[in-house]
Structures are given as structure tokens and as C-alpha cells.
């Protein structure tokens, strides 16, 4: 039949589709995975990676699991509890040496300015190879 035959006939689906949208699951898989790796570029500075491990599994994790206890604490004496004030005093030193480092706040807007150039190529690109396939369709 005629679609058989369009489907295995590459001189017809060259014909019928320009290469951009043969491989536009491709292209757009590329682009998705450099904009990620771009985002996760911050994670490979050691000295950033340790900071924000750390403050990840201090805070993050243990609101998120459900480990807060400061929940628990709101209820309980502060001066009695001694966990409790070494976990405020953790918590509050992790928060300052983040707060004090011009690494995390560099590498952050360097990131996002990256991402912005990458998208901004990336954009036109598709745009404009879009409206050649399309212009290909019409014909």
C-alpha cells in the first residue's frame, strides 16, 4: 500500500520532511540534556557541593521526611534541651558560611547566565527551522 511504501522509502520521507523534523526528538533531547547539564554545573565545585550537602541534609531533609523537630521542640524547654541547641547552632553556622560565600552567589549567576545564552540560541533555532519545515509541509 501507498503507506508502506512512504514509510520505508527514505527518498520520500526526505521528499515529504525536512532533516530538522526527521530528527526533532533527537535535537530537542540534545538541547534538554545541555540545559540540564548546565543546572547541575553548580553541584561540581567540591567546596559548593559540601556546603550545600550539608545544608540540604541538615534542613532540608529533615523537614521534608518529617524528622523537624522543631515541632517537637515548640512544646519542650530550649535551655533544657541540649540536642536542640546544637541543632539551632548547626543549622545557624551552615546558614552564615553559606550566606558569607561569594563562590555559591558566582558560580549561581554565571549558571544562570549560561542558560540564558544556551536558550536563547536555542530558541531561534527551533523557531526558525519550525517555520522552514512548516513552509516544507505547505509545498
Given amino acids: ?5 512512504a514509510n520505508f522509502n527514505q527518498a520520500c520521507v526526505d521528499t515529504a520532511m525536512t ?6 526528538p533527537f535535537i530537542l533531547l540534545l538541547q534538554a540534556v545541555s540545559v540540564i547539564m548546565i543546572e547541575k ?12 550537602e550539608r545544608f540540604y541534609g541538615s534542613i532540608v531533609e529533615e ?22 541547641i546544637s541543632r539551632r547552632r548547626r543549622r545557624n553556622e551552615i ?3 553559606l550566606k558569607r560565600s561569594s563562590i555559591i552567589h558566582r558560580t ?4 544562570n547566565i549560561a542558560e540564558i545564552l544556551i536558550l536563547c540560541f536555542f530558541i ?9 519545515a512548516e513552509k516544507n509541509l505547505e509545498a
Fill in 41 to 52: 554545573m553548580l553541584m561540581k565545585f567540591p567546596r559548593v557541593a559540601g556546603k550545600i
Fill in 19 to 24: 532533516p530538522f523534523m526527521q530528527y526533532l
Fill in 108 to 111: 549561581y549567576i554565571i549558571k
Fill in 95 to 97: 546558614c552564615m558560611s
Fill in 124 to 132: 531561534p533555532f527551533n523557531i526558525i527551522f519550525g517555520v522552514d
Fill in 63 to 84: 523537614a521534608l521526611f518529617g524528622k523537624d523537630p522543631d515541632v517537637a521542640e515548640d512544646v519542650m524547654d530550649d535551655k533544657a534541651n541540649a540536642e536542640a
Fill in 1 to 5: 500500500s501507498m503507506v508502506n511504501y
